[in-house]
């Protein structure tokens, strides 16, 4: 699953209902992803659907490049385009109470641990969190992801590693010292975030992260700590 593709896919989020309902309020524009699909487990019936609704997009979309319509927008993957296209198709698929929950879960594992800078409003009341907690782990968060640049950088000007353009700029390929440091910083972020909430809150954010594991842990299973 290409999480650069995800995000490109998120736009509005409702908190998922333990009931059977259209997803018009989720994310259905992630169900155009297999992988996605799979992990919410779809019935064989809302996989045809599914596909169906994908399959018609990219009819719409080869007919507009037929007829020299060219892209709708250059911000946008032709994958991405295809999916923007086939949302009320995929937004008319009902799913369960748990098939809600783990497209919720979908959505919100991409942001990793920064998870609270997500801009969703409606996370922190789910998790009972207050507004200065919110702030409180942004800021430790913030202080951790300041001293990951400086000891990146630090690397950068004793080790010279290659370097390579991104979307960010110029930055280090990912050589093993710099997959390291990464994961330092994921480590050190988890932990912020684990620190600003209480127990009872660590649990309600495990929940919405993944519904059908018990535990109470925020970093990915066999992931940074």
Request: charged letters at 25%.
């Amino acid at each position: 699953m290409r999480r650069g593709y995800l995000f490109a896919l998120m736009f509005l989020l409702a908190p998922a209902g333990a009931f059977t309902a259209p997803i018009d309020a989720l994310h259905p524009e992630l169900l155009a992803d297999p992988g996605v699909r799979a992990m919410v487990r779809l019935t064989p019936e809302q996989e045809a659907r599914a596909r169906a609704a994908m399959q018609a997009a990219e009819r719409s979309l080869a007919r507009e490049e037929r007829e020299g319509h060219g892209l709708r927008t250059v911000a946008m993957s032709r994958e991405g385009m295809v999916a923007s296209r086939a949302r009320s198709g995929l937004a008319a698929i009902r799913l369960t109470g748990i098939q809600r929950r783990r497209l919720n879960a979908v959505r919100y594992r991409q942001f990793g641990p920064r998870i609270l800078a997500c801009g969703e409003g409606g996370l922190p009341a789910q998790v009972g969190l207050s507004r200065a907690q919110v702030n409180r782990v942004l800021a430790a968060q913030t202080r951790e992801e300041g001293r990951a640049k400086q000891a990146l950088q630090a690397y950068i000007c004793r080790a010279r590693p290659p370097m390579e353009m991104r979307k960010g700029g110029l930055e280090p390929k990912r050589t093993p010292e710099v997959v390291r440091l990464e994961e330092r910083r994921d480590q050190a972020l988890w932990r912020a975030l684990e620190r600003g909430l209480t127990a009872p809150q660590r649990e309600r954010l495990h929940a919405i992260l993944y519904p059908e594991t018990p535990g109470t842990f925020l970093a990915p299973p066999g992931g940074a700590r």
